[in-house]
């Protein structure tokens, strides 16, 4: 168990919706990040949050959007659902922000149907 | 623009041997080189890692060897167990400061008792 909780672990929705992952980091851990993996795929990285403010952003759409509370958990809205957005989204946490392993949830698998 | 490559998607060895996973990178910026393994319906769990100072860290039966003139590193698992079956991811970071990983596809190994 890494400490990470992500919620729901299935979510099955339809085109055109939108939908909204969560994720509590592991006790202590300030950034977040978010990653996207496709069939096959590696895993793609959305964004990152430490203590609250954007740190850095990747390849997110800008259907997507997230953000992080003052408890540290962060929320990754997804909008306009198209079918490609199918994929598994992780959440990871870690300490600080540079130069260090991250811990994973489990995951959130999303099909778009 | 895939900056971590796997270029073998799968590899198979006999129980006791040695599983050797190759990873390349592009980016010469990178200086902070990390290992995940991913069992099915879990998330991506931290292995080993090795910075750039670095040409070479092991921890018990694992060893990731750095090649930073040939942006290249390797992960040796000797002597190999069936419990060692998963995908092995290769990530790497950058210098600048935030901690956003770069996943490569990652490798499915399987080992056969």
């Known amino acids: ?16 919706q939108r939908v909204t992952l969560r994720c509590s980091p592991r006790s202590g851990d300030l950034s977040v990040y978010w990653y996207q993996q496709s069939l ?9 949050y430490y203590n609250g403010e954007e740190r850095a952003k990747g390849n997110i759409l800008e259907r997507f959007s997230a953000q992080q509370f003052p408890d540290l958990h962060s929320e990754l809205n997804l909008s306009s659902l198209e079918l490609g957005d199918s994929a598994l989204y ?3 946490s870690s300490p600080h922000s540079t130069n260090e392993k991250l811990f994973f949830g489990s995951g959130t698998q999303l099909s778009v149907l | 623009d895939q ?14 041997r040695i ?12 200086d902070y080189f990390l290992w995940y393994k991913k069992y099915p319906a879990e998330g991506p769990t931290f292995l080993i ?17 750095l090649n930073k003139s040939a942006k290249h590193l390797s992960l040796h698992i000797v002597p190999s167990q069936p ?12 210098q600048t400061g935030a901690n956003n990983l770069f996943f490569g596809t990652g490798t499915r190994l399987t080992v056969i008792p």
Not at chain 1, 1 to 16: M, N
Not at chain 1, 40 to 48: H, R
Not at chain 2, 21 to 30: H, K, R, V, W
Not at chain 2, 85 to 90: D, G, N, P
């Open chain 1, 40 to 48: 096959d795929q590696g895993l793609q990285f959305l964004i990152q």
């Open chain 2, 83 to 94: 419990g060692d079956s998963a995908v092995y991811f290769c990530a790497a970071s950058l």
């Open chain 2, 3 to 16: 900056q971590v490559k796997q270029n073998s998607p799968s590899l198979s060895v006999q129980e006791g």
């Open chain 1, 90 to 92: 992780f959440c990871a």
């Open chain 2, 49 to 65: 890692s090795i910075s750039s100072i670095k040409d070479k860290n092991e921890d018990g039966r694992f060893t990731v060897f």
């Open chain 1, 1 to 16: 168990d890494s400490g990470v909780t992500q919620t729901p672990k299935h979510l099955i929705t339809a085109t055109g």
């Open chain 2, 19 to 30: 599983s050797i996973l190759n990873c390349d990178y592009t980016n010469s910026m990178f």
